[in-house]
């Protein structure tokens, strides 16, 4: 069994540790807030959210049109093989 001096400093060990991963996360976290305002003008998790969606959104009206472009360029060329 150890004795309260090692107990003392085994959970000064962890508090110290507990702390410096805080302060690690803390710093993570700080660094995306950032990149979220720089990148896309996000100052909180909502608006990022409500970033995603849009974005999600465009990203399928805009795969719907490409969808839409590339079968009209299949058809014009297709047709125009088959007249040559």
Do not use: Y
Not at 41 to 52: N, V, Y
Not at 70 to 84: L, P
């Amino acid at each position: 069994m150890s004795n309260p001096v090692q107990r003392f400093n085994q959970m000064k060990q962890q508090v110290e540790e507990l702390q410096r991963r805080i302060h690690q996360a803390e710093g993570s976290q700080s660094q995306i807030m950032s990149r979220l305002e720089e990148e896309f003008g996000c100052s909180t998790l909502k608006a990022a959210k409500t970033e995603i969606t849009r974005l999600r959104k465009q990203e399928s009206l805009l795969a719907k049109e490409f969808e839409a472009a590339e079968e009209d360029f299949e058809k014009e060329w297709t047709e125009e093989d088959e007249n040559d």
